[in-house]
């Protein structure tokens, strides 16, 4: 797969490390939060915005007033935190732009709190009892919000733009056949539903297996010049195979468990085992990312939201013993490019 170009589709990693700690540089390379930009001819769109992802655009040379819409698979952490500062400190390049609209588009809310990991622990009371779940229509209004005297203050005294109307939150429907529920069906199988098309692009989401997490989405994006699929956090996936099928470019996920149980500093056996619990229901090891893969027949698998993210080449190269195709482990700020 070609690299390093200005014109068709390009997909640029601005983040390849998952998981919501911070932590010092490890290694080379460097990997800040995951964050990626799908870019077909000028339009960017944006998919999860993790930690760094604002500064990330701007040393890719990725206007902020080139976004035509920001996609959100899920609403861990990771993959939100920094939306704060794409719409706040990125927002301030609209400035004479008022008439710009970027769509922020997502889970909808979950609607029931997730299982206590332990049914035999007291159940811990819930933050925010009012509104313990919200979308990302309401995350996009209360990131907004929460800034509001600097958001008018920046107006009044300086021309600022209304990022409140530039900045559009829509939570994505999940199709009310498939009988999904977050605890009881929260990956019912189904296939491909568009959520996105402009003039560049069409984009299509899937529901996939990141338990306790739900709604959690995959997204693919179709263009002129080709067609790459982001898996988000998942566990393997049959939703995500009929997702990716034939496309140019599968970004997945990838965990080396091993590692993980490692990283642990002293911990409890009951929190070693509920955080180990849930990475083996919700995340997929190399090997899964490069079945899946081959399931999907994809041209080239790229893997990211690697987890631990220092973690040497070696262990993401092993998704190459479960497929045959061009296998790429990309570091933060690379270009990835498809060709006609």
Known sequence: MAQDTDWGMRVVTLGTAGGPLLRPDQGSPHRSGIATAVVVDSAVYLVD?????????????????????????????????????????????FRGHA?????????????????????????????????????TADLVELLLRAHATDLNDRRRDSRAPDLSRVFRGEDIAVPPHLGFHPDDANHPAMDPVEVFADEHVRVSATLV??????????????????????????????????????????????????????????????????????????????????????????????????VPAHAPTETWQRASTTFSGELLVPADGESIALRA
């Open 49 to 93: 915005c993790g930690h760094g992802v604002g500064l990330r655009m701007v040393e890719a040379g990725l206007r902020f007033t080139d976004l035509a819409g920001i996609f959100i698979t899920h609403h861990h952490s990771d993959h939100t935190i920094d939306l704060n500062s794409v719409m706040v400190l990125g927002g301030l390049a």
């Open 99 to 135: 008439d710009r609209t970027v769509p922020v588009l997502g889970p909808g809310r979950r609607g029931v709190l997730p299982p206590v990991s332990d049914p035999a622990e007291e159940e811990p009371d819930p933050v925010f009892p009012d509104a313990p779940t919200p979308g």
């Open 209 to 306: 297996q990141h338990q306790p997490v739900a709604p959690a989405f995959a997204f693919r994006f179709d263009s002129a010049y080709g067609s790459v699929t982001v898996s988000g956090d998942t566990a393997p996936s049959e939703n995500l195979v009929r997702l990716a099928t034939g496309c140019d470019l599968l970004l997945h996920e990838a965990i080396d468990l091993d590692a993980v149980v490692g990283s642990y500093r002293d911990p409890s056996q009951k929190d070693l085992s509920a955080s180990m619990a849930h990475h083996r229901r919700a995340h997929s090891t190399p090997e899964d990312a490069g079945r899946i893969a081959t399931a999907a027949q994809v041209h080239t698998l790229a893997l990211h939201h690697l």
